[in-house]
């Protein structure tokens, strides 16, 4: 809710300046006017365009400079590109085909688009905002000092922030990039997608070293630590997770770091749980009634007024003898503390003079044994979308009381997304697709090794099949992604 104030208020801000934008325009405001040509400002509905020569003079200083330095790093990013090329176009058809084959595997597609609020949590936003600027600022860097070393003219540099997401921007001279020696269009074409890998590499081996950098303040994959509630969260609480809490384990899943603990949270989704009961708790605390079965198929064997009773199944081993009745209603609190071990996989084997019992849930609901250090361990009954959803924990556990997480986690945040939006960044721009970098790649290569047996017209024609059918493929792959989030 809180998501969708922030985002109605941006559109409202939006809107508003557009209004006053155009009333300014209307009245022939020449102050307004001039305050726009001077700025390189526009305004447009739901977006801000800025352009500027004031570095202009730098970049051309920049490129001037290590010209020996600059022509081999730009050869060795032309070699790189080169090799992606055909490995994004490989990863692309993976993804595609792999569509179609998800639902009976159950894989994550290879290439997924990046949409706040379905695949990524929407409440990072300003983490999405910050890399985009980052990567697209110092991929057009690449692109810009590439053009002043083969004395190609920088136009003017600018930005556009499209509602909340900003992109950086080259205008280069288009005439002089395109009647180059096509070896050297490419050395420019491919400058952005080569810096675009290196802050992606950068960024990875400084988001693998943080536990070393903080490890000083913090342990490491001991545990997670619980740093934050949503409102009203109803595992919060005196007999519930509090601020603070040290967790090592949700049912059977070791949870070492914050990525253990999600990636037990999506295990769980389909996995009851099963405890090992002692024989004699199960004779003494059973208060089992006449099966019920309800019209979605769940069986009830206790009262409808014993609140806080569970319905236990019991699941023998395989070729065993039926030791105990086949259903127990148990209070689920003291029958699960009592539990020796978990006996989730089949056979469900316990230790001696214990017994498998799984509680009978409902499709979507779930029972958590959460494991805390120095204190008892925590009964959930709920769906596991209440961890995910309302429970924030961190993977560097304090060594000393005065110390919060926050420096970690942002930083751990910053570069992980750093590293994550500048590979798809690269990986998605070398594609041959309209409006990416690899559009004009793969028409110069087609330039090159066909120059000899073709005219140019048959090249374009060429190229520009290719190109709408990557880009077809690569609409219709995103459009299968997100639907299939969605349901």
């Known amino acids: 809710m809180d998501l969708i104030f922030g985002l109605m208020t941006i559109a409202a801000i939006y809107l508003w300046v557009l209004f006053m934008d155009r009333f300014f325009k209307s009245c022939s405001h020449y102050g307004y006017i001039q305050f726009l040509k001077g700025t390189g400002l526009e305004i447009k509905l739901f ?25 081999l790093w730009f050869n060795l990013g032309l070699c790189v590109s080169l090799v992606l090329l055909p490995a994004s176009i490989y990863l692309l058809l993976v993804a595609f085909f792999q569509n179609f084959l998800s639902s009976a595997s159950g894989e994550e597609s290879i290439i997924q688009p990046v949409v706040p609020g379905i695949n990524l949590p929407a409440s990072e936003m300003g983490y999405y905002s910050l890399t985009l600027l980052i990567s697209s600022v110092l991929h057009e860097l690449g692109h810009a ?8 003219n920088v136009i003017n540099v600018g930005a556009n922030v499209i509602f909340i997401l900003p992109v950086a921007y080259v205008n280069l001279n288009s005439d002089k990039l395109f009647s180059l020696n096509p070896w050297k ?31 000083p303040f913090f342990n490491f994959g001991k545990g997670v630590v619980v740093t934050e509630f949503e409102a009203k969260s109803p595992i919060f609480g005196n007999r519930g997770l509090n601020v603070g809490d040290l967790i090592l384990k949700i049912n059977d899943c070791e949870v070492d770091d914050e990525n253990a603990w999600y990636k037990c949270l999506v295990a769980l989704r389909t996995k009851k749980p099963a405890f090992c009961i002692e024989g004699d708790v199960v004779r003494d605390l059973d208060e089992s009634v006449h099966l019920k079965h309800s019209e979605s198929g769940i069986v009830s064997c206790c009262h ?11 699941l023998d081993s395989k070729d065993s003898i039926l030791e105990l009745p086949p259903y127990a209603c148990l209070p689920g609190r003291p029958a699960i503390e009592a539990s020796t071990n978990f006996c989730i996989s089949d056979p469900h084997v316990c230790p001696k003079d214990t017994y498998c019992f799984r ?33 924030t924990v961190s993977s560097y556990v304090p060594k000393y009381s005065f110390l919060g ?33 690899g559009q004009h790649i793969t028409n110069t290569l087609f330039h090159i090794i066909f120059a000899s047996h073709l005219r140019t017209t048959h090249i374009k024609i060429i190229s520009g099949v290719v190109t709408a059918s ?18």
């Open 47 to 71: 977006q801000f365009s800025w352009t500027t020569t004031a570095f202009n003079k730098l970049l051309l200083k920049w490129g001037s400079h290590n010209t020996k330095f600059l022509n």
């Open 145 to 152: 000092l590439g053009a002043v070393q083969e004395d190609v």
């Open 185 to 215: 269009r490419l050395k420019i074409l491919c400058a952005g997608v080569w810096h675009n890998l290196l802050i992606a590499l950068v960024a990875y081996l400084l988001y693998t070293s943080l536990p070393s950098v903080f490890s």
């Open 304 to 314: 409808s007024e014993n609140k806080g009773k569970l319905c236990f199944e019991y």
């Open 359 to 391: 509680p009978i849930l409902t499709n979507n609901t779930n029972l958590f044994k959460i494991k805390r250090v120095n204190k008892n361990d925590v009964i959930y009954i709920g769906p596991v979308s209440d961890l995910v959803r309302t429970v």
């Open 405 to 437: 997480t926050r420096i970690p986690d942002v930083t751990t945040k910053f570069l992980g997304y750093l590293a994550m939006f500048s590979m798809g960044l690269a990986l998605v721009n070398i594609l041959p697709c309209l409006f990416m970098d």
């Open 470 to 487: 990557f880009t077809l493929l690569l609409v219709i792959h995103c459009v299968i992604v997100i639907w299939t989030r969605l349901n």
